[in-house]
């Protein structure tokens, strides 16, 4: 009795499938293939990440206003609005201590809120306006809370201080200044490695009691 051939035949007559002589070419010549051509894909992986890398430094047009100056920068989509302020407009008032959101040193108003600068992308402050430590004196009048902050002895090495003030000004714009509790709560996201966050909190509790000038 003939036996029962399983597999279809192609146009050259070969098995189509279940040839094991067939698979196995086929698995060694992609082996073969892949073994002499790591160069090619280390290649072309290396082009898609050069697309990428390019993508990331092509700069975009800006538009901000920091401290009542309007600004039309190009800046790079990854670059932070601390580096832009202290790198590109060499406002170098405002501190970079972490450089990861854990500090304060940072601090700067968006809007008349109260941000990190570490942590936000200049490219999203399109046409925003942003408050610096240089941009709160009245020329050369102090703001109340720097004034305060002298009175008090509210700081020692100084490096904190300029995110200390413009935490300070916007917990007492906030509403969350009415107390000493209140004022530790909202301006825990500020280290003073000096310590010297007593005075800190009689600079602040003192200015929202005279009242802040508009
Ligand atoms: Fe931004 Fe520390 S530098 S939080
Ligand atoms: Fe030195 Fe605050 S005064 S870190």
Redesign the pocket.
């Known amino acids: 009795m003939a036996k029962k051939n399983t597999h279809q035949n192609d146009a050259d007559g070969n098995q189509e499938a279940g040839n094991p002589r067939r698979d196995f070419l086929k698995q060694s010549t992609l082996i073969t293939a892949i073994s002499l051509s790591p160069g090619a894909l280390l290649k072309a992986a290396d082009a898609k990440l050069d697309d990428k890398f390019a993508a990331y430094l092509e700069k975009i047009p800006l538009s901000l206003e920091v401290n009542g100056v309007k600004h039309n920068l190009s800046v790079e989509p990854r670059v932070t609005l601390?580096d832009l302020i202290r790198e590109q407009l060499s406002l170098t008032g405002t501190k970079?201590?972490?450089?990861?959101?854990?500090?304060?040193?940072?601090t700067v108003h968006v809007d008349g809120q109260r941000v990190?600068?570490?942590?936000t992308l200049a490219v999203t402050q399109q046409n925003n306006k942003v408050t610096t430590i240089e941009g709160v004196a009245d020329g050369e009048k102090l703001h109340p809370l720097q004034e305060a902050f002298i009175k008090h002895d509210g700081f020692q090495c100084g490096y904190c201080t300029p995110g200390q003030v413009m935490s300070g000004i916007a917990c007492i714009k906030e509403g969350h200044a009415g107390n000493d509790d209140d004022i530790r709560e909202y301006m825990s996201g500020n280290i003073c490695r000096c310590g010297a966050y007593h005075n800190i909190v009689k600079a602040i509790a003192e200015v929202n009691k005279e009242g802040l000038p508009i």
């Not at 970079?96 to 940072?106: P, S, T």
């Not at 990190?116 to 942590?119: E, T």
């Open positions: 601390l970079k201590g972490c450089d990861h959101g854990q500090c304060g040193a940072c990190l600068s570490c942590l």
